[in-house]
């Protein structure tokens, strides 16, 4: 079964350090998606990325973080400046794409995460 | 920003029986909803899914009910086995844009053999 795929799966840092994760999605889904968890809170909803642009972007998404699809494989979240509070689990996802009107859910394939510790 | 809520922390149920996870919103909006399971160090599954035009989803053990009136929804798996011990997610959607999923807190449901 197609899968999506993150690395690295645990990085520790520093404070003030830059951050990059990655994600490979679904070959043939066209929207992508970057959450995360901090320890013991709900699953937030940072990005999504349709057509090699942002398509929605939360509070939390901030001038500290961008998103990337370099080569057509990987989508990246980058985060500039690490702080403390970035300490958490992030999701990658991936769907086909909502399929207009009311003829199913826009389900979500995720990542197994990639777990930021900022020290 | 609390739109979904799942108000129990943790559920425990014994295999065999019947384990219900609820699950309300606030936002009529939503277009779909759709529940997602989520082992340790593992990513959130998904499970089962409802547009908000139905009242009732089944698929093998697992049955989604909507009521729109109360904003609620629920989560049946019967029969409740141990592989079924998780975190289960409910989680919602609007029919606009790139469909982000909006997710409650989550329950952690343990099986007991």
Known sequence: ?119 | DQQVKQNSPSLSVQEGRISILNCDYTNSMFDYFLWYKKYPAEGPTFLISISSIKDKNEDGRFTVFLNKSAKHLSLHIVPSQPGDSAVYFCAASFGQGAQKLVFGQGTRLTINP
């Open chain 1, 1 to 119: 079964e197609p899968e999506v795929t993150q690395t690295p799966s645990h990085q520790v840092t520093q404070m003030g350090q830059e951050v990059i994760l990655r994600c490979v999605p679904i070959s043939n889904h066209l929207y992508f998606y970057w959450y995360r968890q901090i320890l013991g809170q709900k699953v937030e909803f940072l990005v999504s990325f349709y057509n090699n642009e942002i398509s929605e972007k939360s509070e939390i998404f901030d001038d500290q973080f961008s998103v990337e699809r370099p080569d057509g494989s990987n989508f990246t979240l980058k985060i500039r400046s690490t702080k403390l509070e970035d300490s958490a689990m992030y999701f990658c996802a991936s769907s086909v794409g909502p399929t207009g009107g009311r003829s199913g859910a826009n389900v979500l394939t995720f990542g197994a995460g990639s777990r930021l510790t900022v020290l």
